[in-house]
């Protein structure tokens, strides 16, 4: 018996009864549909997540800094060099000096706000898109200019959209001019992303209190060298500076990979659930399987009497669980597919089903199919034909 | 016995292998713990071309014997050749094959398959031979122009009537060009009109060479054949000439021995 007829015929017993039919594939179209939507709400959420810490810049690796005092520390000048002597490693270094709780003041009004003492390159490692004027120039840097790049927040609060370019507002009571404003990143409210001053950082430490550089972020030249820059980096300051109680390096990546790990963990585990279902559904698939054997073994009689061998029965009726289960399958991946994309929209997450998960799931009910249907179908097989003629 | 012999002669020239031989066949039941012999010593040879009635009553063996000689059981002692090869200690499979390639049934209920159509249930035997789609629809078609149910391919089996039916049973047996071709009482289920249609059917393909062995428990179908071997109690009480007075006779006879044993 040709495959091709097994699963026509399989076809037509599935259409033969339909109410029936239906019956049997839910369990397999909830399960399915159960393992597309979670699987693809969790990648969207990892994906949104992903989105989100790639904003902070998981190609940056963090370096913090103590002053040892001495020989064993380590300024800017030498952090610049270790970047340098690793341009495959390395492709930017800003230094980072933030002034918390700056008070800031123009005209009458004043807020409370960070500033943060950066290199020229700092555009590069965030990506920061630059709306009016520029940002800071490696001339400003060396030359300690009194220069500021604004965020659209500081922006409105001061001067208005659109007219801060060029203006002036003190800083700890020192004054700035405005040469760059950013482009607006979130909604331009205090605490956001477009609450943010930056200077430079030459400036910044002259401001503050301890003069010494305690913060430093290196722009690797890819995500994927990130763990081995931070090794590297590690391996700098233990020669440099002698004790890791005085110098910590991290990068976002690694939080990410933390967190990716996590929710990977939770997707493993809701899957696992849905994947309980598709086991009873088997288990339901299996069950009308030795119901059909039974109402069926005349027509398996009579197979027999022309001729079917034990092996083409069983291959029939193989091919009928794995049909149902697949066609159920291929139900459940249609409406998991569909909720999944439509309670994406509602949590705001681009949750698509991925290829991958929609052929593991076809694949997983087909084979819960046949590994169920594979007892009914010995069964079937093993009928003696004059009894299986004679049933009624 | 005479009759019989002459019967044999004739068959023998045409061929000397007998197409159906049944050695010395016993079928055993343990029913608790007594044992029912279906079949008690049966021995016979049929030769190709022969239309051979066997008759008796229900519960003869009559039944059990037609099952042996369509591989669909086996015996419990003795030997079956089928032309020449011993069946009886085939496995399933190769039953199957036997059963696929050398034997045709007819049977009292039909027995087509209801969900699928004309065509599909007579292309079966064809699919189970394993020949290409074209080549099944090709001979089964073939098959349903013979018994004149051609226009009747694409319909379902529920949608014809009893006699079509069994005409669709008999395209089907047909269909595989067998060996032989085994009736268990085909006109059981039809009105004795079409029951007549069915049996004059069946001596027109004998007519044609098929050979054919046909079930019964009814003398006057069995009359029709050209040799009658009638059952009783699981042995072979009369073979030989169907004529009716003398192998009527005979089953009196042996029914009186059954009351009185």
């Known amino acids: ?392 | 016995m005479m009759n019989n012999a002459v019967t044999l002669s004739k068959a023998e020239t045409a061929n000397n292998i007998p197409l159906i031989e049944l050695k010395d066949i016993y079928k055993i039941y343990h029913m608790g713990d007594t044992d029912v012999h279906a079949l008690d010593g049966v021995s016979m040879k049929i030769f190709k071309g022969e239309f051979v009635a066997i008759v008796g009553q229900s519960g003869s063996g009559k039944s059990t014997c037609m099952n042996i000689i369509g591989c669909l059981d086996v015996p419990s002692v003795g030997k079956y050749y089928l032309r020449g090869k011993d069946v009886s200690t085939m496995n399933d499979d190769e039953q199957a094959e036997i059963r696929n390639k050398e034997l045709g049934f007819i049977f009292q209920q039909y027995n087509l398959i209801p969900k699928i159509n004309v065509q599909q249930n007579v292309e079966l035997p064809l699919m189970y031979a394993g020949l290409s789609e074209r080549e099944q629809a090709k001979r089964a078609l073939a098959s349903l122009d013979k018994v004149g149910l051609k226009s009747k391919a694409k319909n379902m089996p529920q949608q014809l009537s009893g006699g079509q039916q069994q005409r669709v049973s008999i395209a089907r047996a047909l269909a595989g060009d067998p060996s032989i071709i085994l009736a268990d009482e085909p006109t059981g289920a039809l009105d004795s009109k079409t029951g007549k249609e069915v049996l004059q059917f069946l001596k027109q393909l004998h007519s044609e060479g098929n050979t054919i062995v046909l079930i019964t428990h009814d003398n006057t179908i069995a009359a029709q054949a050209e040799r009658v071997i009638r059952v009783q109690d699981g042995q072979i009480v009369y073979d030989g000439e169907p004529d009716i007075s003398k192998f009527a006779q005979v089953a009196h006879a042996g029914d009186e021995d059954g009351d009185g044993a």
């Open chain 1, 1 to 392: 018996m040709t495959l091709k007829k097994s699963f026509q015929l399989a076809l037509s017993n599935l259409m033969f009864d339909k109410m029936r039919s239906l019956l049997t594939m839910l369990g397999m179209i909830i399960g399915v549909g159960a393992v597309i939507i979670l699987i693809s709400l969790m990648s969207g959420m990892m994906g949104m997540m992903n989105d989100e810490f790639a904003k902070l810049g998981t190609d940056t690796v963090t370096v913090s800094v103590q002053d040892r005092g001495g020989s064993r520390s380590i300024d800017e000048d030498d952090i610049y060099k270790f970047a340098q002597d690793n341009p495959d490693m390395f492709r930017g270094v800003s230094p980072s000096v933030t002034i918390a709780g700056a008070f800031v003041k123009s005209g009458s009004n004043d807020i409370t706000t960070n500033a943060t003492g950066v290199s020229e390159e700092y555009i590069n490692i965030k990506q920061l898109d630059v709306e009016q004027g520029r940002f800071l120039s490696y001339i400003d840097i060396e030359k300690k200019a009194k220069y500021c790049v604004i965020g659209t927040y500081i922006e409105r609060e001061f001067f208005g959209q659109g007219r801060a370019m060029g203006q002036t507002l003190r800083i700890n009571g020192k004054t700035f001019t405005v040469i760059g404003v950013l482009k607006e990143d979130d909604d331009s409210t205090s605490g956001s992303t477009d609450d943010v001053m930056y200077i430079p950082y030459t400036t910044a430490v002259t401001m503050s209190a301890s003069k010494f550089i305690s913060s430093y972020t290196l722009w690797t030249t890819s995500v994927d060298i990130v763990d081995t820059a931070i090794a590297k980096t590690k391996q700098f300051l233990e020669n440099k500076i002698g004790d890791s109680d005085y110098y910590n390096v991290s990068s976002i990546k690694q939080i990410m990979d933390m967190a990716n790990t996590m929710t990977g963990t939770m997707q493993t585990l809701l899957v696992c659930i849905a994947g309980i279902s598709l086991l009873v559904s088997g288990i339901g698939i299996m069950n009308i399987m030795l119901v059909s054997v039974t109402e069926r073994t005349r027509e398996i009689g009579i197979r027999k009497s022309l001729g079917a061998k034990a092996k083409d029965i069983k291959t029939q009726f193989v091919i009928e669980a794995g049909t149902v289960s697949g066609v159920g399958g291929l139900i459940g991946i249609a409406v998991g597919s569909v909720l999944a994309v439509t309670f994406g929209r509602l949590l705001e997450l681009n949750a698509v089903p991925s290829v991958g998960a929609i052929l593991i799931s076809f694949g997983i009910s087909v084979g819960i199919g046949v590994i169920f249907g594979y007892l009914p179908a010995k069964n079937a097989a093993n009928l003696n034909p004059i009894d299986a003629l004679r049933h009624e």
